[in-house]
DNA sequence: AATGGCGCCTGAACGC
DNA sequence: TGCGTTCAGGCGCCAT
C-alpha cells in the first residue's frame, strides 16, 4: 500500500528548528522558542528575499519594520503576532510548510550568517542573532498592521473562533456553536468556527478521542457528545503541546509526522493498520478534499 | 447565513 | 533511470 510508508533512511541530523504542517501546537511551540530570543530586540535590518506569499508582503515591509522593538510574542489561533515597540504587529502565518528559523550570533565566531536559500522569504536582523523565515509552498502569510483594532489585522482575525484554553469557551457554548451547523463535524472543526487550533490531524485525533464519526452533522451532535468532543479536542492540543519540543528540534518529512506525532496518533496516516483499541483496520475517507481517518467500529455516528 | 468547491504551491513518493 | 502523476492541506475566496 502506498500510504503505509517505511522511510528507508534515517532522518537527517537535527540543526534547525522547523515543524512543517503547523497547527495551534506547532505554532505556540515556536512562539515560546522564539519569545526569549527576541523579547525586547531591536530590528536592526529587515532583508527580503521573496515577497509573494499567499498574501504578498505589505508594501514598505522592511522599512516598516526597522528600529522597531519586540515589544510582545503573541498566538492567536494558528498566527504568530509580534508586536512592536511602536504599536504595530507584524502577523506571521506559517501555512504549511512555513517555518521560523532563529539564529544566534556567535560572539567567538563573528557571527556569520548562512547563506540564504530559494525558500527563504527574510530575515529580521537583531543585534543578538536573525529571525529566519522559510516556506517552500509559500501558502504562509505576512501581514503587517498599524494597529491590532485597525485593518487588515482585525480583519484577519476578528472570524476566528475560542482559543481551545479559553476559559470562557465551556461546554454550552462549543454545543451552540456546533448546533447550527449541518456540515460534517469533522469539516466543523477544521473551519475553526468552533474552536480553533485543530488542523487535519488534531482534527482526526480529537473525534478519534470522543468516539465520534468524522461524517456525523454537527448538529445532530448531543450536548453530552459535544462536551466530551470539546475536552477530547483540548486534550489532543495539550498532549501535542507537550511533545512540541521534540517538533521544535527535529526536521519533518514530507508529511510533517515526525518526531512523536505519529508514535502517539491513533488514527492520522494509519489507514488499513488495526486501530489501537479495537482492532479494526483503520479507514481513510476524503472529506472537502482532505483525508480523514477513523475507525468504523471505535467512532459512531 | 451557511455551504461546498476551487486554487494556491512545492517536493516526496509512486508508477510505468 | 527518468519522467509524468498524485498527494499533502490551511485558508481566502467564490458562487450558490
Known amino acids: 500500500h ?4 517505511s522511510r528507508g533512511l534515517p532522518p537527517p541530523p537535527a540543526r534547525e528548528s522547523r515543524s512543517a504542517m503547523p497547527e495551534l501546537p ?13 523579547l525586547g530586540r531591536c530590528l536592526h535590518k529587515v532583508v527580503v528575499k521573496r515577497k509573494d506569499l499567499r498574501i ?6 522592511a522599512a516598516r519594520l526597522t528600529d522597531r522593538n519586540v515589544a510582545a510574542l503573541e498566538r492567536r489561533a494558528k498566527y504568530i503576532l509580534m508586536h ?14 512555513g517555518s521560523l528559523k532563529w539564529m544566534a550570533q556567535v560572539e567567538t565566531s563573528g557571527a556569520t550568517t548562512e547563506p540564504a536559500g530559494p525558500h527563504d522569504h527574510f530575515d529580521l536582523v537583531t543585534s543578538h ?19 491590532m483594532t485597525s485593518d487588515p489585522a482585525a480583519k484577519l482575525l476578528s472570524r476566528l473562533g475560542p482559543e481551545p484554553f479559553d476559559a470562557t469557551l465551556d461546554d454550552a457554548s462549543f454545543y451552540a456553536r456546533l448546533h447550527p451547523r449541518r456540515s460534517a463535524i469533522k469539516q466543523v472543526l477544521l473551519s475553526g468556527d468552533a474552536v480553533v487550533g485543530a488542523g487535519n490531524i488534531y482534527a482526526c485525533e480529537a473525534l478519534f478521542a470522543a468516539g465520534i464519526d468524522p461524517r456525523t452533522p454537527a448538529c445532530r451532535i448531543s450536548r453530552p457528545r459535544a462536551a466530551r468532543l470539546l475536552a477530547s479536542v483540548r486534550h489532543t492540543l495539550s498532549q501535542a503541546l507537550q511533545l512540541g519540543g521534540t517538533t521544535l528540534r527535529d ?11 505519529q508514535n502517539v496518533a491513533w488514527v ?6 488495526a486501530c489501537q483499541r479495537c482492532g479494526t483496520p483503520i479507514r481513510r475517507l476524503v472529506q472537502a478534499q482532505r483525508a480523514t481517518y477513523y475507525c468504523p467500529v471505535c467512532q459512531k455516528r
Not at 502506498?2 to 510508508?5: G, H, L, M, T
Request: aromatic share 10%.
Open 2 to 5: 502506498r500510504r503505509s510508508r
Open 26 to 38: 506547532e505554532v505556540e511551540t515556536v512562539r515560546r522558542g522564539l519569545e526569549p530570543a527576541l
Open 56 to 61: 504578498p508582503f505589505p508594501k514598505g515591509f
Open 84 to 97: 512592536l515597540s511602536g504599536g504595530e504587529t507584524l502577523i506571521v502565518h506559517l501555512g504549511m510548510s
Open 129 to 147: 542573532g536573525t529571525l529566519r523565515l522559510h516556506d517552500p509552498r509559500r501558502f504562509g502569510a505576512v501581514v503587517w498592521s498599524r494597529a
Open 251 to 261: 526536521f519533518s518529512d514530507a508529511h510533517g509526522m515526525n518526531g512523536e506525532f
Open 268 to 273: 492520522y496516516g494509519r489507514e488499513g493498520q
